[in-house]
């Protein structure tokens, strides 16, 4: 069974601040693959990374920066001097490999970026 | 830039009621994918399509719903007699590509209302 843990619910900083969002996740597949998704107020879910089990490099895209460590199966995603836009729900989602397996979810950080 | 789209955007129905969503997946992509979000809850899988049949569905598919591509462009979800506990956000999601590899893309998702 699969599972992604986002133990945070709900975090809220101050524009400009720093913010981890963490995400845990349980697989007993060796191969995997490991995605984060923004859902805005409008509701949709927007697609912002995919890794694989098989590449640990780290991932920096402008103010984004997410850090893959399968030694302790996390998956957290920095964003720098946050801005107001970056306010949404925040998904980590996980996928075996193979097949058209979908998507496990975790429960979402909600993220508050205050003016 | 290509992109997932689904009709209606809100639909309100009553309980009981048949209703069909649809969805136009990006059109070289082999995978499809319905997926529910519960207002202010998790996204779940609901079930996935490759090569005109069920590949995989979870609990939560039971046999009040069935998914279809009834031609080479829409796939539809259909649930047959909607409940209360149906009203949710509804994403189709589709993927290219090797089994296993890409991410989904979703589209702006169908807010149903039971009443």
């Known amino acids: 069974a699969q599972k992604v843990t986002q133990a945070q619910t709900e975090i809220s900083v101050v524009e400009k601040e720093d913010v981890t969002l963490d995400c845990v996740y349980e697989t007993r597949d060796t191969t995997y693959y490991l995605f984060w998704y923004k859902q805005p107020p409008s509701g949709e879910l927007v697609f912002l990374i995919r890794?694989?089990?098989?590449?640990?490099q780290n991932e920096i895209s402008g103010r984004y920066s997410w850090n893959f460590q399968k030694s302790t199966s996390s998956f957290n995603f920095t964003i720098t001097a946050s801005q107001v836009v970056d306010s949404a729900v925040y998904f980590c989602a996980l996928r075996s490999g193979g097949g058209a397996d979908g998507l496990t979810f975790g429960k979402g950080t909600h993220l508050i970026i205050q003016p | 830039e290509p992109e997932v789209t689904q009709t209606p955007s809100h639909q309100v129905t009553q309980m009981g009621q048949e209703v069909i969503l649809r969805c136009v997946p990006i059109s070289n992509h082999l995978y499809f994918y319905w997926y529910r979000q519960i207002l202010g809850q998790k996204v779940e899988f609901l079930v996935s399509?490759?090569?005109?049949?069920?590949?995989?569905k979870s609990e939560i598919f039971d046999d009040q719903f069935s998914v279809e591509r009834p031609d080479g462009s829409n796939f539809t979800l259909k649930i047959r007699s909607t409940k209360l506990e149906d009203s949710a956000m509804y994403f189709c999601?589709?993927?290219?590509?090797?089994?296993?590899?890409?991410?989904?893309?979703f589209g702006e998702g169908s807010r149903l209302t039971v009443l």
């Open positions: 890794r694989n089990s098989f590449d640990e």
């Open positions: 999601a589709s993927r290219a590509g090797v089994a296993g590899t890409g991410e989904l893309f």
């Open positions: 399509f490759y090569n005109n049949e069920i590949s995989e």
